[in-house]
């Protein structure tokens, strides 16, 4: 009966959303330019998503830098920043020596590409494939990169 599942509804639809495949989105670029991200276009994608703080960006800077080491060209590495602050954001990646692909949710973490993912905070890591499958999902750099080694579209050059 529905009132036996009624207590699990919100687990369930997290578990749905949290599952749904990762879909082109249009995200804010460095340039200030809206642009489609696809992960069709590698392989394998490293979606990391944070705020624009200091905190949350020596953090992003220190686990970027370490994925794009671990993994060569063959992945590709995507930074979101969740923040609703575009000119925090802006001066943030002004500066950026990092090489990774910079993008900005226009409307924070309620960005309609960015619901369907259930982002939870900052710091989140999906790891998808190339038909947007989620391989990995959550905070654990050290899972993200098991994920990452694990998965034969992850060579390093």
Wanted: hydrophobic share 40%; aromatic share 6%.
């Amino acid at each position: 009966p529905a009132s036996l599942l009624e207590p699990f509804a919100s687990t369930i639809g997290e578990n749905a959303m949290a599952m749904a495949r990762v879909q082109p989105m249009s995200l804010l670029d460095r340039q200030d330019s809206l642009v489609i991200v696809d992960v069709k276009k590698k392989r394998l994608n490293v979606l990391y998503f944070w705020h624009s703080t200091a905190e949350a960006d020596s953090a992003r800077r220190q686990t970027v830098k370490g994925l794009r080491e671990m993994t060569g060209g063959d992945v590709a590495i995507i930074d979101i920043c969740i923040n609703p602050d575009t000119l925090g954001w802006a001066r943030t990646v002004r500066s950026d020596s990092l090489k990774a692909t910079h993008y900005k949710a226009l409307q924070g973490p309620v960005d309609k590409g960015l619901l369907p993912l259930n982002i939870k905070g900052e710091n989140f890591i999906i790891v998808a494939d190339s038909t947007g499958r989620q391989l990995y999902r959550g905070t654990s750099t050290d899972e993200a990169r098991k994920t990452i080694i694990n998965n034969p579209n992850a060579r390093k050059n």
